[in-house]
């Protein structure tokens, strides 16, 4: 099946949940969330599969790992079963179980989002990744300005109370002084939602963050 935008449905069936998130609501809407959130999820893991290991061979690309599916875990959401929101992620391929840099696309009725982040972020992961950047920081410098220079993408994080890289640069020390990181684009549901279009704006999205991407693997893998 070939990737050919989400539909109005799909808006329409993350609403409903919202409002009424029982599994009986569910079960009414199952046939919806089939045909207009689970098949077209599928399809587009399945053209960015490619994409994803041209950026790393090694990327975590299997399709129960990357597509979320109908259900809450519940354990921690016994109040909502019903996920309210759909995503695809492609972490790195590592044993570890924290600090895991991924790319992602998240999407509910009212916005969808793509870009990278850390899954199971730590401390000490974060630490790593400050280090790492003030070691070589003319190569962090070069990332994060190829970064902003395209003025797509936003830097998303709680920032200490207080400078504690008084002597980096600029936009390193924006970076340094957040508690954790995530770089991405915020979307409504506009026309390339419900387009093919969809899979071309995800490709160019993730390349471009592939040298963050690079550089988070490396940090963190020390």
Known sequence: MSFNG??????EYFLNISFDNTKTNFEANRSLFNEHVKAPLRALYESLVPVMLEIDPDI???????????YNDA????????KTYMYLHFCEGTPRE??????????????????????????QGMTKLRDAALKD?????????????????????????????????????TWLNKKSWWVGKTCPPDGVFFTHGLTEQLTQGFKALK?????MNGALAI
């Open 98 to 123: 924290t600090d895991v840099p991924g790319f992602f696309m998240d999407a509910s009725f009212n916005a969808y989002r793509y870009g990278l982040q850390i899954y199971h972020r730590t401390t």
């Open 75 to 82: 354990r921690y959401a016994r109040a909502n079963p019903i």
């Open 60 to 70: 975590c690309s299997r399709a129960a790992r990357c597509i979320s599916g109908a």
């Open 137 to 173: 920081e003319k190569r962090f410098l070069k990332i994060i300005r190829n970064i902003e220079a395209g003025g797509e993408y936003t830097l998303t994080g709680e920032d200490y109370k207080k400078d504690r890289f008084p002597a980096a640069a600029p936009p390193v020390k």
């Open 6 to 11: 989400f539909t109005e449905k799909t808006i």
């Open 211 to 215: 040298e963050l991407y690079y550089f």
